[in-house]
């Protein structure tokens, strides 16, 4: 497989920076290709603004979605953005490692999502009609691919447990899996999370590098987090409200826009037989 | 009162542009003093590195807590983040305004809270044993002010309602209102959204505006989201969790944090009998 990890630390001597080397090391060894942008490394600019758009009229209005889009079709996005694009398009895995600052992700790679998701290249895309709206949230120009975050913080894991005082962790990085990740297609895998990141000893280094080193390994089997489909019929157009009763009894806000277990089940049974049926059809 | 406007847009003739103005008009017609950051008209760097902390050696390894405590304490942070903590101090209200990219700020007022909320000013305050977990939710730097988001999106209101797709709104804004805000001390009031704004006329625009002078003149009587103040016994030390029982009937996740309606009830009761209280002594 083709790996892209996107890495967001500015020191080379961080743990975040050790990490991504067993990561790297691990899917070497398994022979996929990896490629690596290092943000702050290669000097990423953070912002978007006028200078990703050098074709743009210095009187024409900046409203990011249009002009993005015009330029994306136009071929006319910065070298830098292309490559990226060049990059998301090549990897079949998408890698995001980041430390958790303020409880999202930092700025610069905050500011990666936002130039090099162009309009007509991560939204923007697919027909708007009664049963359709957009390729997105499950479709869209990355479908087919799976995407993951490696996440550290230096709070406790009970800080950001069900009940934490941080809110639960898988809540806090909804609008990334979601919103930022499932939305151009991506199938999400559950994230890695090293908590107590600041008071890592030797010993806790390597428990965490061994689990890492497992997840590298299990990318092609690990399942991803049940997300429903837009375009599935689980959602009302043009509110895309979910319909009544499709969720989990007492499930709520986020967790509504995960398949009930019943569903997950069927899908899982059917993928399961379908599997039997192909395994027997090539024998 | 001091107001400060931190404005996240590329674009002055923007929507966002003009809904600022609209804003500082408003609270300066009440006396307000009002002071704005406009981060891409003053050039913000939207990144923390290494730059910002010139008395860092060079052989130093870069962990952005440490260092950054480092700095503020010696007074040795950048003029550009100095000037922005002093106008925090000074500040009585803390506005952020931004269209809503991805599902939260852009990318250059999340660098701004990196590079301003430095160790020992936003967090790393306070003592830590068996009755306090440091100065933050309700507490801290900031607490005794007001802070207040101002949100534009191409979205619907019925795709960010409580079964929209995107997650409804107010557990997408959680971790800048409780994580951003709430953290270093600030009473969060309710946001100021204003939603299909691709799409706004004359009229639309109207509208907003007079939503948005509306509450620019009652800043001073909105009340706060009722966070639940980390120090007052609701958490369990250290593990920082919700103690059984607390919760309204069914709440889970993000809503843990909200006060119950019983225990808003019986404050607001208290309050207006503090505040009768004080109006018969001063009369």
Redesign the interface.
Known sequence: MNVLLVFAH??P??LNAALRNVAVQALEAQGHEVLVSDL?AQG?K?????ADFPALPPER?????SVSGEAFTAGALTMDVKAEQEKLLWADVLLLQF?L????????L??W??RV?SYGFAYGIGRHDDTRWGDR?GEGRLAGKKAMLIVTT?G?H??Y????????ME??L??IH???LYYPGYDVLPPFILYKA?RLDKEGFNQAAKRLRLRMRTLGTTAAIPYRR?NDGD?LI?????RPGLEHP?A??????LKSDEAREAEELLLAKVQDAETVGSS
Chains 1, 2 share one sequence.
Do not use: C
């Open positions: 500015p020191e001597q961080s702050y990423w953070a912002q978007i603004d006028r209005r900046l409203k990011v979605p430390p600052w303020w409880f999202s992700m930092p700025a610069v905050k500011g999502v936002e998701y949230y230096g406790w009970e800080h447990s069900a009940r934490g005082i941080n809110g639960p809540e806090l909804f609008p979601h919103g930022i600041d837009q959602y043009p509110t895309m409200q979910l007492g709520s806000g986020f967790a509504l826009h």
